[in-house]
């Protein structure tokens, strides 16, 4: 089974549990290749492909946050037949995050990557639109988010920065809503995260639904370096058992 959608989804009749990931801005389903293989035999994966990017590159990217989660929230609801979960990393941890409060049936759990509830802003829109496409496409090399030989080919630069500057709009523009979450919400993040810093994701203890804060080696991107002990971490979590100690 693959969709629009879910374009590289992994059902089996042997799990018992989904896990909807959704990827940092710019980024597609390809973030996730190789973590049904990775995680638990119990957890298939569905990565979430958003309109503009991989195989959707054709289609008009997401400029608002309620679209976006909107959409993903009805394409889901046809395979919310068993227990899920819901990771999202940056950006992807935003949209996870609304859809989460969308869907009709709560998620098992919530996992919150390298993002923070954004306090209010008086000028939303500002950072997205002093930036050149330059300055945007060296400041995600510089975190991590694309290797630079990528960035040396025009043609797909100027593709990823299209999509990357809707993303950006969508998240300058987005406040959360009454939060109405209905499940646990792990927050997971790097140690030497120069974006969202090790110590802010405390913040998230204030969050009544905390369940833990969970930090790894690694930058922004810490999700590669430390991917073992990250998807050891979701499925001890989605599948109920005791936190890895070591």
């Known amino acids: 089974m693959t969709t629009r959608w879910f374009p590289s989804a992994t059902p089996t009749t042997t799990a018992r549990l989904s896990l909807f990931c959704f990827a940092h801005a710019g980024g597609g389903a390809s973030a996730f290749r190789g973590w049904r293989r990775l995680l638990e035999p119990a957890i298939d994966v569905f990565a979430v492909q958003?309109?503009?990017?991989?195989?959707?590159?054709?289609?008009?990217?997401?400029?608002?946050?309620?679209?976006?989660?909107?959409?993903?929230?009805?394409?889901?609801?046809?395979?919310?037949?068993?227990?899920?979960?819901?990771?999202?990393?940056?950006?992807?941890?935003?949209?996870?995050?609304?859809?989460?409060?969308?869907?009709?049936?709560?998620?098992?759990?919530?996992?919150?990557?390298?993002?923070?509830?954004?306090?209010?802003?008086?000028?939303?829109?500002?950072?997205?639109?002093?930036?050149?496409?330059?300055?945007?496409?060296q400041a995600v090399s510089r975190y991590g988010g694309l290797p630079d030989g990528l960035l040396r080919d025009a043609e797909f630069a100027q593709e990823f920065v299209r999509v990357l500057r809707a993303d950006m709009t969508l998240l300058d523009a987005y406040r959360p809503a009454v939060v109405q979450l209905r499940c646990p919400v792990t927050v997971l993040g790097g140690a030497d995260d120069p974006v969202v810093r090790a110590a802010e994701?405390?913040?998230?203890?204030?969050?009544?639904?905390?369940?833990?804060?969970?930090?790894?080696?690694?930058?922004?991107?810490?999700?590669?370096?430390?991917?073992?002990?990250?998807?050891?971490?979701?499925?001890?979590?989605m599948l109920g058992l005791p936190a890895d100690l070591q």
Not at 80 to 102: D, K, N, Q, T, Y
Request: hydrophobic share 45%.
């Open 201 to 237: 994701l405390e913040r998230w203890r204030g969050f009544e639904r905390v369940a833990a804060v969970r930090v790894f080696p690694g930058g922004h991107f810490y999700l590669r370096d430390s991917q073992s002990a990250l998807l050891d971490t979701i499925s001890r979590q």
């Open 50 to 137: 958003l309109p503009g990017r991989e195989s959707r590159l054709d289609e008009v990217p997401h400029t608002r946050m309620d679209q976006a989660a909107d959409e993903v929230a009805a394409a889901m609801q046809p395979y919310l037949g068993r227990p899920f979960a819901l990771f999202g990393h940056s950006m992807g941890a935003a949209i996870a995050f609304e859809v989460a409060m969308r869907l009709t049936c709560a998620p098992v759990h919530l996992f919150v990557s390298s993002w923070l509830l954004p306090k209010p802003a008086p000028h939303p829109g500002r950072f997205v639109n002093q930036v050149t496409d330059t300055e945007l496409l």
